[in-house]
């Protein structure tokens, strides 16, 4: 089973920056289209962006379009999530997840594997 753990969190002003990565077990790990989720508390967990297998095609949410990058290094297992301009509202547990779908998803219906969340605090 592969197992994925996101590193890179923690606290930082208004209008800084911050990467969060992600670490995937296994040889297999360009087979996995991957996806950035976040949850704030009392919230539901939100769609972020998502990379394709080869990560030659992103998708983004309208919130952080513009300001988030994600890639990824096959040779590595690895994907990140590069945040920019941060907001408060930016403020949550993110998520990284992997889906065997083609493509670049959205649902976390489609994801199978999923890390333990790393925290973002975005101060004022």
């Known amino acids: 089973q592969v197992q994925l753990v996101e590193s890179g969190g923690g606290l930082v002003q208004a209008g800084g920056s911050l990467r969060v990565s992600c670490a995937a077990s296994?040889?297999?790990?360009?087979?996995?289209?991957m996806g950035w989720f976040r949850q704030a508390p009392g919230k539901e967990r939100e769609f972020v962006a998502s990379?394709?297998?080869?990560?030659?095609?992103?998708r983004y949410s309208d919130s952080v379009k513009g300001r988030f990058t994600i890639s990824r290094d096959n040779a590595k297992n690895t994907v990140y999530l590069q945040m920019n301009s941060l907001k408060p509202e930016d403020t949550a547990v993110y998520y990284c997840?992997?889906?065997?779908?083609?493509?670049?998803?959205?649902?976390?219906?489609?994801?199978?594997?999923w890390g333990q969340g790393t925290q973002v605090t975005v101060s004022s």
């Open positions: 997840a992997g889906s065997t779908n083609y493509g670049l998803p959205t649902s976390r219906d489609v994801y199978i594997y």
């Open positions: 296994g040889r297999t790990f360009s087979n996995y289209a």
């Open positions: 990379i394709s297998r080869s990560g030659g095609s992103t």
